[in-house]
């Protein structure tokens, strides 16, 4: 069974810093690309940023230039720095994983979310 379990969030004041982790565990093959996704109060769920097995990322433009989104894979963790941070940042941050159970099977997967909270 495969978990990811995400960590880092908190309350922080505008301007401030978090990061996030959220780290794969179980049986599964291969990491194929991790992400993290916001749902902000009242909105859907939006893509922030995703980063590819080959290293390849993306951002959301709100963030970009904020957020830093990189991996350690001996640790089959994801990390997401975010710096500057503003009020319109806040909501639940999800952690994905788009994950190799066989050789030809992926499946995605989703963390059970954290709050993350900027305000003064």
Excluded at 44 to 58: F, K, P, S, Y
Excluded at 96 to 103: E, F, K, Q, R, S
């Amino acid at each position: 069974q495969v978990q990811l379990v995400e960590s880092g969030g908190g309350l922080v004041q505008p301007g401030g810093s978090l990061r996030l982790s959220c780290a794969a565990s179980g049986s599964f093959f291969a990491i194929n690309a991790m992400g993290w996704y916001r749902q902000a109060p009242g909105k859907e769920r939006e893509l922030v940023a995703r980063i590819t097995n080959g290293g390849n990322t993306n951002y959301t433009e709100s963030m970009k230039g904020r957020i830093i989104i990189f991996r350690d894979n001996s640790k089959n963790t994801v990390y997401l720095q975010m710096n500057s941070l503003k009020p319109e940042d806040t909501g639940v941050y999800y952690c994905n994983g788009n994950l190799w159970i066989t050789a030809l099977q992926n499946l995605e997967f989703w963390g059970q979310g954290t709050l993350v909270a900027v305000s003064s």
